[in-house]
């Protein structure tokens, strides 16, 4: 079998990630909730792998290893700081040279290659964090759904799901639900999504 790739990202109700630069969909107008948080860690355990672009990956890596350890935080977010640090991981990367928590850096001119072929490899879902690395594979014809946790705020400015990208994109709603606080989960199958191997 051949592994999915799926984008999951926090989102706006216009469709932005960030509002302040770096904050990659952990700013202040989330509306982040247990009931939500609790099914974010289900899927995250049932991940093959994840695969991180640099910026997303470092701001991940600055919080989630150290919530375990954190008495203050909800036993929720305890759990999803374990699951993060023990996942398997890739880094997409043409700057970093190391990098700890179970993970392996890819980066090059044939990143996108390289990704196509563990995409090839691997049974299972592989999660996709940072709207440039998922916009590239976009264009490349791997991405193949959308996981958008959507939050109940207009941003009106500030970075948007994907980077530069300006061509139609036809989507196939495949699971929806609701948690609390207005928070909506919407899963889409990207249509056309190409084999992988022909980018």
Request: charged share 25%.
């Amino acid at each position: 079998m051949m592994g999915r790739f799926v984008y999951s990202m926090n989102v706006s109700l216009d469709l932005r990630i960030e509002q302040v630069p770096g904050d990659n969909g952990a700013g202040e107008w989330l509306r982040l909730g247990e009931e939500m948080h609790r099914e974010a860690n289900a899927r995250t355990r049932e991940l093959a792998l994840m695969v991180h672009g640099r910026v997303y990956y470092e701001a991940m890596e600055e919080y989630w290893p150290r919530a375990p350890e954190d008495a203050s935080l909800p036993d929720y977010m305890r759990e999803y700081g374990e699951l993060w640090t023990a996942k398997p991981k890739i880094l997409v990367s043409r700057t970093r040279r190391s990098a700890a928590h179970g993970t392996r850096i890819i980066g090059g001119d044939d990143a996108i290659d390289q990704l196509a072929a563990l995409r090839a490899g691997t049974d299972g879902t592989i999660s996709v964090g940072g709207a440039t690395l998922a916009t590239q594979l976009l264009r490349a014809g791997l991405l193949d759904e959308l996981l958008l946790w959507t939050h109940p705020s207009i941003l009106g400015f500030g970075r948007p799901l994907f980077d530069d990208y300006d061509i139609p994109i036809e989507l196939d709603l495949i699971e929806h639900r609701s948690f609390e606080r207005g928070v909506t989960m919407r899963r889409y199958a990207v249509q056309d999504t190409k084999e992988a191997g022909t980018c």
